[in-house]
C-alpha cells in the first residue's frame, strides 16, 4: 500500500489571543476586525495592524454557541444556559459585548473560532462557525514599491531576494500554496515528488519556488536574488529582522 502525506495550508495571519471588536456585514461579506490586529504565523511572527473579511457568506450555515455563565470546568452544564443561534443574530444581540479568540480553525469553505465573550460583568464560552467561499486578509502598509526583499531558505544558507510586493506580502500564504499544493498537484509535479520506499514525498528549495514565481505568477515581474546572508543555524541577522523569511 502506497501512503502520501499532504500537510494543510495554514492561514497566514492568526487572531489568536485577539479581542474582537467589530463584525462588520456588508450583504454576504463579513469583516472581523480586533483591537491589536493580527499575528503573522512567519517569522518573525510580529503583530500587524490586519483584519480578515470572508466573501460570500453562506448564512443560514454560519452559528454562534453561547454558553452563558462561565463554568471553568468538565461536566454537566447543569444551571447554564446554553444558546445556538444564526450569526447574524449574534451580532445582533452581543454587539456590545466582548469576544476573546482563543482557537481557531480554517477548512475549505469553513472558519471556527472559539473562546469567550464578555458582557455586562458576566463571562462565557463562545464559538462561531463561518460558511465562506472565499477569504481575504488585509494588512494595512503605507509601502507602495512593486519589488521588495525577502528571505528564503530551505534548511540551508538564508538568502535574500527581490520578489514582487504581493509575494512579500502575502509570503507565507504564497509560499505555502507553492509548497503544499503546486509541487503536489501542478502541471510540473513529477518534477518535486519522489518515491521513498512506500512512500512519496517532495523534494524542493527556494530557488524552485522562484522558479514558479518567474513562470507561473509574476513573469513579467522577475525574482531576483540579490545575496546570501549566512547559516540557516545561526539567523536572520539583526539588520535584516524586519523583513518576511520563509522556510521551506
Request: charge should be negative; proline fraction near 3%.
Amino acid at each position: 500500500m502506497k501512503k502520501t502525506i499532504f500537510n494543510n495550508v495554514i492561514a497566514p495571519y492568526s487572531l489568536h489571543d485577539m479581542n474582537v471588536v467589530a463584525f462588520e456585514v456588508d450583504g454576504d461579506n463579513i469583516r472581523i476586525k480586533t483591537q491589536s490586529g493580527m499575528i503573522r504565523t512567519a517569522p518573525h511572527w510580529d503583530q500587524v495592524d490586519a483584519y480578515a473579511e470572508f466573501f460570500d457568506v453562506s448564512w443560514k450555515y454560519c452559528f454562534a454557541t453561547v454558553t452563558e455563565g462561565y463554568y471553568g470546568n468538565v461536566g454537566t452544564f447543569e444551571g447554564k444556559t446554553i444558546k445556538k443561534m444564526y450569526l447574524k443574530d449574534f451580532i445582533d444581540e452581543y454587539q456590545n459585548a466582548g469576544f476573546s479568540i482563543m482557537d481557531e480553525y480554517y477548512g475549505q469553505d469553513r472558519a471556527l473560532y472559539t473562546g469567550y465573550y464578555h458582557k455586562g460583568g458576566t463571562m462565557g464560552e463562545c464559538s462561531i462557525e463561518i460558511c465562506h467561499h472565499g477569504i481575504v486578509f488585509y494588512e494595512q502598509s503605507d509601502d507602495t514599491r512593486e519589488m521588495k526583499e525577502v528571505i528564503l531558505s530551505a534548511d540551508g544558507d538564508l538568502s535574500l531576494y527581490c520578489v514582487p510586493a504581493d509575494v512579500a506580502d502575502n509570503l507565507a500564504e504564497v509560499a505555502n500554496e507553492f509548497a503544499f499544493h503546486y509541487v503536489w498537484q501542478g502541471e510540473k509535479s513529477g518534477k518535486f515528488l519522489r518515491l521513498f520506499g512506500e512512500q512519496y514525498g517532495a523534494v524542493f528549495d527556494e530557488e524552485d519556488f522562484i522558479e514558479y514565481l518567474n513562470t507561473v505568477l509574476y513573469p513579467e515581474k522577475p525574482s531576483t536574488k540579490i545575496k546570501t546572508l549566512g547559516s540557516f543555524d545561526d539567523g536572520v541577522p539583526d539588520e535584516y529582522r524586519d523583513i518576511p523569511w520563509y522556510n521551506f
